[in-house]
């Protein structure tokens, strides 16, 4: 059941996306070779704390970490760890913030020093996809709209929209109904309606679509070890249009 939020409630899940929107200020200016995703674990942990936040993924389903921190291949949910970033990567950040009983989710891309142009390109098209939902993500539209947009700029492009990873809705929990794959048919998928809150957050594989898990359980990476890119926002659906609680 979807759950639709009140121009209060959105207000307040608003001070959580900000929060999140910061934390990604901060990391911007971090990021650089030599740094690890411990390291930037640890800004996120002593960030959110700072701003009276809460860390919501920590222990989520035994999911250990405040961030995923997902490098090159690597699509969504990598661990932090030691290894430092080298110059080239590219390497994804997604934070999960809860203030106030309220969820705000946003993933980032980062360039670590010079990336090559394939990287470049797989970014910004990756960047370009998520704008393109939101421009789609109107009260009346349905979600097959959004996603043919995200869909149909990422395959002309010539990359592959990962399908196995979903958006959702979120609320007071961060996986809430609905839930859709960024792929889609305009004028199909469910109504979109003023109140609802889910994300949009295009993940472009460079290669195949497919992907695998390792043995942790968590950490998804491109079948064929191609690039991966992901950018995602928290967005609300208003009568003027699609707000987006995590801009930065």
Not at 51 to 74: E, H, I, K, L, Q
Not at 102 to 115: E, F, L, P
């Amino acid at each position: 059941m979807v759950t639709l939020k009140s121009k209060a409630e959105i207000k307040e899940m608003r001070k959580a996306g900000q929060i999140v929107a910061a934390f990604h200020r901060g990391v911007a200016d971090l990021i650089r070779p030599g740094l690890t995703t411990l390291d930037i674990e640890a800004f996120a942990v002593r960030f959110l704390k700072e701003n009276g936040a809460r860390a919501y993924t920590m222990g989520y389903n035994g999911y250990p970490f405040a961030t995923c921190a997902s490098v090159n291949d690597v699509i969504a949910h990598g661990f932090p760890n030691r290894k430092p970033l080298k110059e080239g990567d590219i390497v994804k950040i997604d934070i999960v913030a809860e203030k106030d009983g309220w969820i705000g989710d946003s993933a980032w891309c980062y360039a670590v020093g010079k990336v090559s142009e394939e990287a470049r390109r797989l970014m910004q098209v990756t960047k370009e996809c998520l704008y393109r939902g939101i421009e789609k993500a109107v009260v009346g539209n349905r979600i097959g709209d959004v996603m043919h947009a995200v869909q149909s700029h990422a395959e002309q492009s010539g990359y592959s929209v990962v399908r196995d990873l979903l958006g959702h809705g979120v609320g007071r929990e961060l996986h809430e109904e609905p839930n859709y794959m960024h792929i889609g048919t305009p004028g199909k998928g469910f109504r979109l309606k003023e109140g609802m809150v889910f994300t949009i957050e295009p993940m472009l594989n460079a290669g195949k679509p497919f992907m695998t898990v390792d043995a942790d359980g968590w950490t998804a990476r491109t079948a064929d070890g191609s690039l991966s890119a992901q950018y995602e926002h928290t967005i609300a659906l208003t009568a003027d249009g699609p707000m987006i609680l995590t801009a930065q």
